[in-house]
């Protein structure tokens, strides 16, 4: 099936440094969505992309829909300790209907 | 605001027995979702829903059974539990639409182990 690739795994970063994670998926997505999961919590929507090029803002966090459709960026500016915890990709294909595909997240921790 | 709600929270099991993980949502949404969640994996759909009566195959359903006999309930069946299903479970609910893949709400989850 269908598989995205999430880099990095892990990320220490001390508190005030700028985060880049990104995705990379085999096939075309036509939507590309960044969550985020606190411990002993699912995942919560941080931004949604749906237009190759797109750029869309949320507060600290900018997230980029790639021009090749089959990627995506994840940017937080000026860390913070309370933005620990681990992101998700997860993207959907033109074919795939109502059905997502998650990467295997990236485990941020920020020292204060 | 209930939102979906999972129960139960944590379950210990012993290989071969049986239970039902509940999930319910109370948003009126069509679609609902399973997925379980490995440790350092990302999530992986074991089973889905587009409304009552009607289920699909995700990437992962072998051992588990699910009915939607109502909008609101979407149970999980795990009929002879193995070490194997031993994962975090998470429901998942969002309107119809194509382009409302970002109003899927997920519950807290269920920490199930099978000893």
């Known amino acids: 099936g269908q598989q995205l690739n999430q880099s990095p795994q892990s990320m220490f970063i001390q508190e005030g440094e700028d985060v880049s994670m990104n995705c990379t998926s085999s096939?075309?997505?036509?939507?590309w969505l960044w969550y985020k999961q606190e411990p002993g919590e699912g995942p919560v929507l941080l931004i949604a992309l749906y237009k190759a090029g797109e750029l869309t803002s949320n507060g600290r966090l900018t997230a980029q829909f790639g021009i090749t459709r089959k990627d995506s960026f994840l940017n937080i500016s000026a860390s913070i300790p309370s933005d620990v915890g681990i992101y998700f990709c997860?993207?959907?294909?033109?074919?795939?209907?109502?059905?997502?595909?998650f990467g295997e997240g990236t485990q941020l921790t920020v020292n204060p | 605001n209930a939102g979906v709600t999972q129960t139960p929270k944590f379950r210990i099991l012993k290989i071969g027995q049986s239970m039902t993980l509940q999930c319910t949502q109370d948003m009126n949404h069509n679609y609902m979702y399973w997925y379980r969640q490995d440790p350092g994996m990302g999530l992986k759909l074991i089973y889905y829903s587009v409304g009552a009566g009607i289920t699909d195959k995700g990437e992962v359903p072998n051992g588990y059974n699910v009915s939607r006999s109502t909008t609101e309930d979407f149970p999980l069946r795990l009929e002879l539990a193995a070490p194997s299903q031993t994962s975090v479970y998470f429901c998942?609910?969002?309107?119809?639409?194509?382009?409302?893949?970002?109003?899927?709400?997920f519950g807290s989850g269920t920490q199930l182990s099978v000893l």
């Open positions: 998942a609910s969002r309107d119809r639409g194509l382009t409302t893949n970002e109003k899927l709400f």
């Open positions: 096939s075309i997505f036509n939507t």
């Open positions: 997860a993207g959907q294909e033109e074919t795939s209907g109502s059905r997502l595909t």
